[in-house]
């Protein structure tokens, strides 16, 4: 069975500082994963995939996220927040040779001016 | 826009009556997901299909739910006899093998909100 846990409901930021929204993950088969951006009204986006490659692994609008096996984590980062970045993130697994997602209840990042 | 497509985006309905959702997966993608999002939770998996082949069900989706892919094109997803429990937001996604690297990325819709009353 696979599971993830979000440790943070929610992150508060000042543009320009440092983005870390951290993510632990349980999986019986090495993983594949993925963090998803959801902007109010919009669907979900992919911003970064994991998959048994480099485990620093570089997304789009700057955020990266780095894999751990030996702390089963997969947090995601950004040097500088910006106010488009406001929405809620989302850290997903997928063990290997299955289909299916499995989400994590999400992190709610705000950014302030 | 070749990107996935569901309609309507918002429904509202009363208990006991019967919904249908429809999704457009991007073109030539060969799998398509149904996921369901209540408030303050991520997506959870409902069921998903290769091309018309309905390949696995989540023990979310009880009886009252069925999911078609007819043609391995559009599919749809109905609600039978719906409870307020059902109300949720149902997000639909599509994914392709890529080559020889198979990472199934699956690309998501905006999702159909559903509120029963």
């Known amino acids: 069975a696979q599971s993830v846990t979000q440790l943070d409901s929610h992150v508060s930021v000042s543009e320009g500082t440092p983005v870390l929204l951290r993510c632990n993950y349980s999986s019986s088969y090495s993983p594949s994963l993925f963090w998803y951006v959801q902007h109010p009204n919009k669907g979900l986006q992919l911003l970064l995939k994991y998959t048994s490659a480099a485990t620093l692994v570089k997304g789009i609008n700057g955020f990266e996220a780095e894999f751990k096996k030996s702390e089963t984590s997969f947090h995601l980062t950004k040097p500088s927040a910006h106010m488009s970045d406001a929405a809620e993130y989302f850290c997903?697994?997928?063990?290997?040779?299955?289909?299916?997602?499995?989400f994590g209840k999400g992190t709610m990042l705000l950014v302030s001016p | 826009d070749t990107g996935v497509s569901q309609n309507p985006r918002h429904k509202i309905t009363k208990r006991g009556q019967n919904v249908t959702f429809r999704c457009d997966p991007i073109s030539e993608h060969n799998r398509l997901y149904w996921y369901r999002q209540t408030l303050g939770q991520g997506p959870e998996f409902l069921t998903y299909?290769?091309?018309?082949?309905?390949?696995?069900k989540s023990r979310l989706l009880s009886d009252r739910f069925s999911a078609e892919r007819p043609k391995g094109s559009f599919s749809t997803l109905e609600i039978q006899r719906t409870e307020q429990g059902d109300s949720a937001m149902y997000l639909c996604a599509s994914s392709s093998p890529s080559g020889l690297a198979v990472s199934y990325e699956q690309y998501f819709g905006p999702g159909t909100r559903l509120t029963v009353t």
């Open positions: 299909f290769q091309n018309e082949a309905q390949l696995e």
């Open positions: 997903v697994v997928r063990p290997s040779g299955y289909s299916t997602l499995t």
